[in-house]
T-cell receptor, first 116, second 109 residues
């Protein structure tokens, strides 16, 4: 149980284009979803936290107009990287929390984004 | 500020035991997680400690001392597949996970 999927697993796009990454909780309803990015040999950096039906809460330094997050349902959240640049190339990982009483986060497999 | 410290890298021998330490200073404490992350993959849950003491789960054990702001992950009977990064994360007073930079564990035959 508690499986989270991400799509695509990897994507290459040209500078200036937008890319959408989907995160789905497959066998549970996620009250909260999280988006992280991870650069090589570095730890996870939380970008934003989203609850279904409400606006995402972005961490300091993360541009909300560049990284659009939509949490339309209890099983789906999307991250859109708008006007991507090479410095946006990174490993993007989503995670989901199942309920308000247990704080374990279940991680998706990650999406490797390369902007050329 | 909030801070979590772990060694950057450790090396151990197959079949041996290794202890990965984690010290933390956070605004509040609601538990500490250990995750394993293989290169290019997402983290997977290993353990959660909220009370002081040792939690054993197969070859892996995790220890917590809240008064010392200290935890360790103990891996026994090391296997080559244990080569990975081990991430320590603390749930702070806002129930936000604060992540350490991770410890890369290299297992040698």
């Amino acid at each position: 149980g508690a499986v989270v999927s991400q799509h695509p697993s990897w994507v290459i796009c040209k500078s200036g284009t937008s890319v959408k990454i989907e995160c789905r909780s497959l066998d549970f309803q996620a009250t909260t979803m999280f988006w992280y990015r991870q650069f090589p040999k570095q730890s996870l950096m939380l970008m934003a936290t989203s609850n279904e039906g409400s606006k995402a809460t972005y961490e300091q330094g993360v541009e909300k107009d560049k990284f659009l997050i939509n949490h339309a349902s209890l099983t789906l959240s999307t991250l859109t990287v708008t006007s991507a640049h090479p410095e946006d190339s990174s490993f993007y990982i989503c995670s989901a929390r199942q309920d308000v009483d247990w704080y374990e986060q279940y991680f998706g497999p990650g999406t490797r984004l390369t902007v050329t | 500020g909030q801070n979590i410290d772990q060694p950057t890298e450790m090396t151990a021998t197959e079949g041996a035991i290794v202890q990965i330490n984690c010290t933390y200073q956070t605004s509040g404490f609601n538990g500490l997680f250990w995750y394993q992350q293989h290169a290019g993959e997402a983290p997977t849950f290993l353990s959660y400690n909220v009370l002081d003491g040792l939690e054993e789960k197969g070859r892996f054990s995790s220890f917590l001392s809240r008064s010392k702001g200290y935890s360790y992950l103990l891996l026994k009977e090391l296997q080559m597949k244990d080569s990975a990064s081990y991430l320590c994360a603390v749930l702070d007073s806002n129930y936000q996970l604060i992540w350490g930079a991770g410890t890369k564990l290299i297992i040698k035959p």
